[in-house]
């Protein structure tokens, strides 16, 4: 396999969408005042007001790591915690980032197919006011989560109003929010804002931008000094239209919906169209652009040699194969193919 060929590794293994790499050449014209000071962050603003609703403070940096730390800083002081999924990527694959660079400890919950609940989150409220514990202060979900399932409206509404009730805040890791808000036929707003998310990581990279996320304050009762954050942080761009632009052209004419329902139905097809297979079985719900499955150990490796995907679990023998902007039902029926072929049919 060459390192040119298509797979199924991460929705990070994409190219750049033409639209976006068109928008910042389009950028790269004559001087601009920087660190946000110009018109593509202006224009940027008023987009994500357009999505978020008026109130919405957006805050333009590098990586989703960086968002998540960012968030966890504005909301946390020293002393407090943040309750979320065990396999929430601020867990498992941020290199210890939220407790050493924002100081944030992590209070970690095993919930069904990556999920939390307002029951398991309650249970990890505890010590509150005992000078010796750590102090919960926010619940941080991953929407989509890190298993490809979606929270519900519902889900996340009871999930805001429980957080509210007991005095914390409510972060969504939103790497992948739009497919997750393709997924239920809703707008950005509707899966953030009108459901009590009081900050989120909104991610671009994932849906066919070069390399730009977001930090998305939504309510009064966090964000305060902010810039200050950002700076401090080390994620201050001083080039920032270049940032900006991605996100004009993402958030332009719902480019950002086209990709993310694409990502989506070729998750969908690749899942009908494998899952029947014997000895392959589909271990969580497929509902955005993520497709994990166990099949015979044998077949794993001769499969690595013709695409590109990781071996979630060694263990189990579970791989995950992820769909992106770009995967097209050529990829989809290649796949599908070689697993038949090698599963014995």
Not at 283 to 294: D, G, I, L, Q, Y
Not at 322 to 331: F, G, K, L, Q, R
């Amino acid at each position: 396999m060459n390192s040119l060929s298509r797979g199924f590794a991460s929705d990070n293994a994409a190219g750049i969408h033409p639209a976006v790499l068109d928008a910042i050449a389009a950028a790269n014209t004559g001087h601009a005042f920087g660190y946000g000071q110009d018109a593509w962050t202006r224009r940027v603003e008023h987009h994500f007001h357009q999505h978020f609703g008026p109130d919405a403070r957006v805050y333009l940096v590098w990586g989703g790591t960086a968002a998540n730390v960012l968030s966890l800083r504005a909301s946390c002081r020293p002393w407090q915690a943040a309750i979320c999924s065990a396999s929430a990527h601020m867990n498992v694959d941020e290199a210890g980032a939220p407790e050493a660079i924002a100081g944030v400890k992590l209070l970690t919950v095993a919930g069904p197919h990556g999920k939390l609940t307002p029951e398991l989150v309650e249970q990890a409220i505890v010590g509150v006011g005992d000078e010796h514990a750590v102090q919960p202060r926010v619940v941080s979900i991953s929407q989509c989560t890190e298993l490809g399932t979606v929270y519900s409206l519902e889900e996340m509404r009871a999930l805001a109003e429980l957080a509210h009730d007991r005095g914390l805040l409510l972060h969504v890791d939103g790497a992948r929010l739009s497919n997750a808000a393709a997924a239920l036929g809703v707008s950005l707003r509707a899966v953030s804002t009108d459901v009590g998310v009081d900050l989120l990581s909104f991610g671009g990279t994932k849906n066919g931008l070069l390399g730009a996320e977001a930090v998305v304050l939504l309510s009064d009762r966090v964000g305060g000094g902010f810039q200050y954050l950002r700076k401090q942080s080390l994620h201050l761009a001083s080039k920032m239209r270049f940032l900006a632009a991605q996100f004009d052209a993402l958030l332009h004419d719902e480019l950002w919906l086209e990709l993310a329902s694409s990502a989506n139905a070729m998750a969908a097809t690749l899942a009908g169209a494998v899952g029947g297979l014997p000895g392959v079985t589909i271990t969580h719900p497929v509902e955005s652009n993520a497709v994990f499955a166990r099949m015979p150990e044998h077949s794993i490796a001769p499969l690595l040699e013709r695409f590109q995907f990781y071996v979630w679990d060694e263990r189990t023998a579970e791989v995950r194969w992820m769909c992106s902007w770009d995967t097209s039902e050529d990829d989809v029926v290649a796949l599908a193919r070689s697993v038949k072929e090698l599963v014995g049919l």
